[in-house]
């Protein structure tokens, strides 16, 4: 990285942390380094998508291929589960 980009993420971090923040608030369960690590995860999962297809989510390529959304798989018990 370059010095730009270390000096842009340093005024990041420092707009989301302030000195007085504490560090359990910044490394529980649902905190911010979880929260920024999962966006960032997602952001880059999407890129890739994006890259992949060859153009942007919610818009068409000039081919007919399209997504078709994204939804969370449901875990279902197999039909043989009986209870005896």
Not at 56 to 81: E, F, M, V
């Amino acid at each position: 990285m370059n010095k730009k980009t270390n000096e842009s993420i340093k005024q990041a971090v420092d707009l989301l942390i302030d000195n007085d923040t504490d560090v359990n608030t910044i490394l529980k369960e649902g905190g911010l380094l979880k929260e920024l690590t999962k966006r960032l995860i997602e952001k880059a999962l999407q890129s890739e998508m994006n890259n992949h297809l060859g153009y942007d989510k919610y818009s068409r390529a000039d081919n007919d291929n399209a997504r078709n959304g994204i939804t969370i798989p449901n875990a279902k018990p197999p039909l043989s589960a009986v209870e005896s």
